[in-house]
């Protein structure tokens, strides 16, 4: 089995950073893709931003030049910079890592991020 374990989440100034971080840990196939996804009361979760082990990025259109996602292959560890926050970033965020070729994916059990003054 497959553990996530996320940090960095809180609260955040608007304008200002947080940076969130997933530890992976278990049985992690080499190739793989990790991400962030959110989800605010009442809509369903959807992607942030993910990562795949060669490189490849993607990023739903409202964080685009705001945040960065990469990983670090020997920590299994995903992270996000969060900059230029705003209010309407805050939800609760999820870290998955999804082994597309063995049709397997997990989930982290969350993290509170709160952009407010």
């Known amino acids: 089995q497959v553990q996530l374990v996320e940090a960095g989440g809180g609260l955040g100034q608007p304008g200002g950073s947080l940076r969130l971080s997933c530890a992976a840990s278990?049985?992690?196939?080499?190739?793989?893709?990790m991400g962030w996804y959110r989800q605010a009361p009442g809509k369903q979760r959807e992607l942030v931003a993910r990562i795949a082990s060669r490189g490849n990025t993607n990023y739903v259109d409202s964080v685009k030049g705001r945040f960065t996602i990469s990983r670090n292959n020997a920590k299994n560890t995903v992270y996000l910079q969060m900059n230029s926050l705003k209010p309407e970033d805050t939800d609760v965020y999820y870290c998955?890592?999804?082994?597309?070729?063995?049709?397997?994916?997990?989930w982290g059990q969350g993290t509170q991020v709160t952009v407010s003054s």
């Open positions: 998955n890592i999804d082994f597309h070729d063995l049709n397997r994916q997990y």
């Open positions: 278990g049985m992690i196939f080499r190739f793989n893709t």
